[in-house]
């Protein structure tokens, strides 16, 4: 069968639309209104779970809680909606911003267009039509113009394949697909591997439950208290009153969030002034060390140094066993902040428990896992339940899943075998009518979800109403600017400390996945001048194809 007979088989039965949208998180429910109800376009959503939330429907485990404020972490597009909606506390637990998006579904009638328990297995381009073509694990198929992946950074989850592993008789967990109905650990003997942040945030509330919990640390993070608290009815009046000014600061900002300033040099300050400084910051709690403390700690070793020994000491401070707190500790030389900075409430203080036992597996890896626990090198565990918390294949491991190719047969996976490639973020040459929220080389996991979200979408959207009203069939990035784009973001991030780091940003927990730095790094107020200057220049860098040229090559045939 010629390629043109297979394109026309996969048509056959297929819904024709103007726009597929796979995800139906923050991304995919803003996306899928501004196509729908702005742009007036025939759209569908395809979501793999049964219900809407993205990573937020998924993360059910417990103590799952966002680490940006409440105020910051959410939709800003709709007056109305900030004045309705009240949040019960400064930042936001699983279950309330899961609450929230049913809210936002509800209240902008979303749900009509979305396609739940539909899982995407293939998405290909066909360059006859200008059409991508669309399969779900189901069988149905789509026919589209655009395709928009909105599937997020953080919804694939990672679980190593240990040796044994389909051995273990308890019940096996992994932290990002959680039993909807929860776990009960009353009386349970069990053990957790990973010490991420999701990790720092289940192990505090596992504890006050278990008969015995075992955690299995590889590497310890640098975590700071969150300082969470109930949102007073006085203080929602207060932000509510101030959205104005909270959201244009946020969209100033390096990270879109309404934190403290960062003061220029932690070494322009003297011993006694920065710990006092640090001090100030770890009490403000959340990213207020990360991101307000020194801006120089991202760039400067020895600075750097000034933060990562600071937190050290409070980890110190708060764990009762001087052997337990040095193995809690980054060993020195470990740069602080170059990994995501784990926020937590009562973590360390967790190791003070007697039915809490830490596992050093950097010393003593797991050989393997049995049928009543697991073995290191110098030991053998038991309990009744084992929880994987051990992250994510981030960034690219939802698109790779998809199996999407573009033009004259190009895969994804095989265009980004050594890393994602891109213009500006949002697209990928070869892959035209494609656009990617929040995904590789954009600001990404550096910038508040929510802010990001809606400037890709509103950008995309725009690019599509261009196009629609000019006659354009296709848009493909230019790959000469790509590779451009490319080179920026690898001198931008070169300037830093964060590409010395072993972390997820750089892939380094996927074994045989490519080690490369996945985001823009020069902030989100200069990422969203350079988009915006992209469409006021009426897409220098992409290609088009106009709707007569299309339909007269394909008459050709």
């Known amino acids: 069968m010629t390629n043109t007979s297979m394109n026309e088989a996969s048509s056959a039965g297929a819904k024709h639309v103007d726009a597929v949208v796979v995800g139906a998180g923050f991304a995919g429910l803003y996306m899928l209104l501004l196509l729908r109800d702005r742009l007036g376009l025939d759209v569908v959503g395809l979501e793999a779970a049964d219900g809407i939330g993205g990573v937020w429907y998924w993360n059910r485990y417990p103590g799952a809680r966002c680490d940006i404020a409440s105020c910051d972490y959410s939709y800003s597009f709709s007056e109305e909606l900030q004045q309705e909606w009240t949040w019960p506390e400064k930042y936001p637990a699983q279950p309330d911003i899961l609450a929230y998006l049913e809210h936002v579904a509800e209240r902008f009638d979303l749900k009509r267009s979305f396609q739940f328990d539909t899982r995407v297995i293939r998405a290909d381009f066909d360059e006859r039509s200008n059409r991508w073509r669309i399969e779900t694990a189901h069988g149905t198929r789509f026919v589209a113009k655009y395709f928009i992946p909105a599937t997020g950074v953080l919804s694939e989850g990672n679980v190593p394949e240990f040796k044994g592993r389909e051995n273990f008789a308890g019940r096996n967990c992994f932290t990002g697909r959680w039993p909807k109905g929860g776990v009960d650990f009353s009386g349970k003997r069990v053990g957790i591997i990973g010490t991420g942040a999701t990790a720092m945030q289940a192990i505090p509330i596992i504890a006050e439950q278990a008969a015995h919990l075992y955690v299995f640390q590889r590497t310890p993070s640098f975590g700071v208290p969150l300082q969470n608290e109930p949102m007073s009815a006085e203080e929602d009046r207060r932000i509510k009153a101030a959205y104005p000014r909270i959201r244009r600061a946020a969209r100033e900002s390096f990270g879109g969030l309404s934190l403290l300033e960062a003061r220029p040099s932690a070494l322009a300050d003297s011993p006694a002034e920065r710990r006092a400084h640090y001090e100030s910051r770890y009490q403000a709690g959340g990213f207020s060390v990360w991101f307000g403390s020194y801006s120089d700690i991202f760039f400067d070793a020895t600075a750097n140094e000034t933060a990562a020994e600071f937190v050290r000491q409070k980890i110190r401070e708060r764990v009762k066993d001087p052997a337990v707190a040095a193995l809690l500790c980054p060993r020195p030389g470990v740069t602080y902040g170059t990994k995501r900075q784990p926020c937590e ?30 073995r290191t090198a110098d030991a053998s565990y038991e309990f009744d339940y084992l929880i994987y918390a051990t992250g994510f294949d981030a960034f690219t491991g939802a698109l790779f899943r998809m199996n999407i190719t573009g033009c004259q047969g190009l895969s994804l996976n095989k265009y980004w075998s050594a890393g994602p490639r891109s213009y500006l973020g949002i697209a990928t040459s070869g892959f035209p009518n494609m656009f990617n929220i929040t995904g590789p080389q954009s600001p990404s996991v550096f910038y508040n979800f929510p802010p990001g979200i809606e400037m890709h979408c509103e950008w995309i959207a725009d690019c599509i109403r261009f196009m629609e009203a000019h006659g354009l069939a296709r848009i493909d990035a230019d790959a000469e600017h790509e590779e451009a784009w490319l080179r920026h973001i690898v001198e931008l991030a070169d300037a830093t400390l964060m590409p010395k780091a072993s972390s997820w940003y750089m892939g380094d927990n996927i074994p045989g996945k490519p080690r490369v730095f996945m985001f823009y790094l020069g902030g989100g107020q200069k990422y969203r001048a350079l988009i915006d200057q992209e469409a006021a220049n009426r897409y220098p860098g992409f290609n088009f194809v106009a709707e007569d040229t299309a339909q007269a090559d394909a008459s050709k045939g």
Do not use: C, K, M, W
């Open 345 to 374: 409430s009562g973590y360390f203080e967790a190791f003070n428990r007697d039915n809490v036992t830490l596992v050093d597996i950097h010393r003593a890896p797991i050989e393997e896992i049995t049928p009543q626990g697991l």
